[in-house]
């Protein structure tokens, strides 16, 4: 690891370590969950994408009016 980051580390309290030992665990396990897209799920989102960019006025809808949509609970 490198010396000078290590070194920046080292002035955090043992509170604070710990702290950060758990977000980085956190972010790990989450990309670990994460998991490859499959590629059909990849090309529709890229071709959604890209209609979206043809027509920039078209309607949009959070993921949060979706979940509604569908009575998801997030």
Known sequence: MNAMLM???SKLSIEERLALIDDLWDSIDSELDAG????EIAKMLNDRAEALARDP???????QEIAARRNVKL
């Open 7 to 9: 070194n920046e580390l």
């Open 36 to 39: 490859p897209i499959p590629q």
């Open 57 to 63: 006025n078209q309607k949009k809808y959070s993921l």
